[in-house]
């Protein structure tokens, strides 16, 4: 059965920095495109950023790039979001997901970020 | 950017309607659309993907359809448990994919 499990979210100034954890379970981890998707209070889901199973080729949202990266480590079966210089507006609950045939076919829990001063 | 469009943003029905909710897109995008539910205060849950292949373990009263750039969810026979917000989002292209806005379906 697929596990994820999201931590490392809190309450962040504007411009500082936050690391995403996500633990993985009950699959091979490696063979696994994964996703961070976000979700701001009240609102919509938005896709953040994505990597490849072997973390060769990463994407990212237009609202993240160059601020964001996305990273694994497939011998702890651990997916990463690192956040820098935040802003108010990534205000968000972040899931991360596995990818299953192009969509996010298994989520976690979620972990939020608040960015406030 | 593929930009998603759901109608109606929100709906009343009762248990026992059927209900279908459509997601348009800006551009064609072959049948990569993904049907996800949420439940408040919860995960999304992947109910369908490329446009109407049913999720593992997603029961039958949920289905898709569509290719293009109109598409339709349809739920059957409405049950309790499926009083949800729904989200359509496109896979077409390089990611990460776009969501539509939402479709809230409530109790009448």
């Known amino acids: 059965q697929v596990h994820l499990v999201e931590s490392g979210g809190g309450v962040v100034q504007p411009g500082r920095s936050l690391r995403l954890s996500c633990a993985a379970s009950g699959f091979t981890f490696s063979t696994y495109g994964m996703h961070w998707v976000r979700q701001a209070p009240g609102k919509g889901l938005e896709g953040v950023a994505v990597?490849?199973?072997?973390?060769?080729?990463?994407y990212y949202a237009d609202a993240v790039k160059g601020r964001f990266t996305i990273s694994r480590d497939n011998s702890k079966n651990t997916l990463y979001l690192q956040l820098n210089s935040l802003r108010p507006e990534d205000t968000a609950v972040y899931y991360c997901a596995k990818d299953h045939s192009s969509s996010c076919g298994s989520w976690g829990q979620g972990t939020l970020v608040t960015v406030s001063s | 950017d593929i930009q998603m469009t759901q109608s109606p943003s929100s709906l009343s029905a009762s248990v026992g309607d059927r209900v279908t909710i459509t997601c348009r897109a800006s551009q064609s995008i072959s049948t990569y659309l993904n049907w996800y539910q949420q439940r408040p205060g919860k995960a999304p849950k992947l109910l369908i993907y490329?446009?109407?292949s049913l999720q593992t373990g997603v029961p039958s009263r949920f289905s898709g359809s569509g290719s293009g750039t109109e598409f339709t969810l349809t739920i059957s026979r409405l049950q309790p448990a499926d009083f949800a917000t729904y989200y359509c989002?496109?896979?077409?292209?390089?990611?990460?994919?776009?969501f539509g806005q939402g479709t809230l379906v409530e109790n009448k």
């Open positions: 989002q496109q896979s077409y292209g390089t990611p990460p994919w776009t």
């Open positions: 990597i490849s199973d072997d973390g060769s080729n990463k």
């Open positions: 490329t446009a109407s």
